[in-house]
């Protein structure tokens, strides 16, 4: 199915936005077209054992690193797939991504041009300024046609914005799969310990086929107080915050992060167009 692409004028992006950019659509491209295309076990169709195996050592090390309690990695998908991982992936299956990126002659080539900018920066050197155009241009071009694909792909999706991905500060993810047809984007149960006292932080990205500002606002399923709200342009991050309280001490709690086209009268899901729940256990202070 082709689907027809305008470009958007959007601000330069940094270099590490970029590339985090660049990589989201690319992960949420392929695995909504790969898993319509190869069904359910599409990731052992498309990467190798090898690469996998990486993956969840990547996983592993992260989660290690982040924070105790964290429930032991199986198969991370694509979460942890770099830049060259992806580019390879492209590369062998570009016939089930034409539909959203064109040819692959034209795309696939901007897509090289941009690893070999990313090992620039990956070893220290400095992006001149055409570069760093270049960079930003390739990201946001590649975002826009994932952007406008996956709308294509849903009866309703010319209309309302969707989330494209979660990160929580002890390192839990949520990526987006595919269209917004769901009112809930992702739920991650963290299975992570807080206490009274300690913050959580949340980096929540979005799209918007009609470029506008999107609206966060994080909630507390438990107090139901507004924890946090920001705004942000589309394809930027927005920063958001949760400091725990007492009255969210519970063995589950759950946060939520409600997004909507902050410009628009209308909303997808009555309040909101898209959502995502994160799950967290939350003990008393320690007594002493």
Not at 109 to 127: D, I, K, M, S, Y
């Amino acid at each position: 199915m082709n689907c027809s692409w305008h470009p958007v004028a959007v601000a330069a992006l940094e270099p590490t936005i970029a590339l985090t950019t660049c990589e989201n659509a690319l992960r949420e491209l392929m695995g909504y077209v790969y898993n319509e295309w190869y069904g359910p076990t599409w990731l052992n169709v498309v990467a190798t054992d090898k690469q996998r195996g990486e993956w969840v050592k990547r996983a592993e090390a992260e989660n290690a690193r982040t924070r105790r309690g964290v429930a032991a990695v199986d198969d991370p998908g694509l979460a942890y797939a770099n830049f060259y991982d992806l580019l390879t992936i492209a590369d062998k299956h570009w016939e089930q991504l034409a539909p959203a990126l064109d040819k692959k002659q034209v795309t696939y080539r901007l897509l090289e041009r941009f690893e070999q900018l990313r090992n620039a920066v990956a070893h220290g050197r400095t992006l001149l300024t055409f570069e760093r155009d270049l960079f930003s241009g390739v990201a946001g071009q590649i975002r826009n046609q994932v952007t406008h694909y996956m709308s294509s792909q849903d009866p309703a999706g010319e209309y309302y914005p969707r989330i494209e991905s979660v990160l929580d500060s002890l390192g839990h993810r949520i990526d987006s799969q595919g269209p917004a047809t769901d009112e809930v984007a992702g739920y991650q149960t963290t299975e992570a310990i807080l206490h009274p006292g300690e913050r959580v932080g949340f980096t929540a990205m979005g799209t918007d086929p009609q470029d506008r500002p999107l609206r966060w606002d994080l909630t507390s399923s438990q107090t139901g107080l507004l924890l946090d709200s920001q705004v942000s342009d589309v394809g930027q991050p927005v920063q958001l915050e949760w400091l725990v309280d007492d009255g969210d001490v519970t063995e589950t709690g759950v946060v939520q992060l409600h997004m909507y086209a902050e410009q628009s009268k209308y909303r997808r899901f009555g309040r909101f167009d898209h959502r995502a729940f994160f799950g967290y256990i939350v003990r008393p202070p320690s007594e002493r």
